[in-house]
């Protein structure tokens, strides 16, 4: 049987990882429940090439039960100014898979907008690449139903800046606004549109 394959991605700014316990975590987590022993990443700011010590870079892992390879391109920020809400019950992608199958066929639903928000069980989850915020009058929330646990997300909630809570589809009009956060994306970075924005 053919071993899985998954990936991390890591925001290096200005030359240093940004929040790497946590991806160091998920993957000693991801290859634990799939290997018979974690995978080891070895991770050194000295390894950055020296084209990518400046401003926002993503560097890319991909691995097995061994290391694969790892990748870096500068990052630029996606516009986002409308999101298809897509239904799929049995959508799971509760580790990194490097397979993104099954999300891309739900983003080929997409239209004219720039990207989707999946809704499981009636239930807001994901995009097809974040983790997502909304925000009212009182407060930041994310939702509990989450596809994937993104770094980000998870020190967010650590720092209790946002909450986890139960986000129907039909709870969407009491929140004024979306924020799309992941590991390259911050709050501060206001990738976000109005809720009227989603379709």
Do not use: W
Request: with cysteine; proline share 3%.
């Amino acid at each position: 049987m053919r071993q899985p394959v998954f990936t991390e991605a890591l925001k290096i700014l200005d030359g240093k990882f940004c929040n790497l316990p946590f991806h160091q975590e998920r993957i000693f987590r991801t290859s634990k429940t799939f290997f018979a022993k974690p995978t080891l990443v070895d991770l050194s700011e000295g390894d950055i090439p020296l084209g990518y010590r400046n401003g926002i870079v993503k560097c890319r892992i991909i691995y097995s039960s061994h290391m694969i390879g790892v990748e870096y391109q500068h990052y630029k920020f996606r516009t986002i100014r409308k999101l298809k809400l897509v239904f799929d019950d049995t959508i799971d992608y509760s580790f990194k898979y490097a397979d993104r199958h099954d999300i891309d066929n739900l983003l080929s639903q997409k239209d004219d907008c720039d990207d989707i928000l999946i809704v499981k069980s009636g239930c807001i989850t994901d995009t097809s690449f974040s983790n997502v915020v909304f925000r009212n009058d009182s407060g930041l929330y994310t939702p509990a139903s989450y596809l994937l646990a993104g770094t980000k997300r998870r020190l967010l909630l650590e720092q209790g800046i946002i909450q986890e809570k139960e986000i129907k589809a039909e709870d969407m009009k009491e929140y004024s606004r979306l924020y799309i956060i992941n590991t390259m994306i911050d709050l501060e970075d206001d990738v976000s549109l109005d809720t009227s924005d989603l379709i």
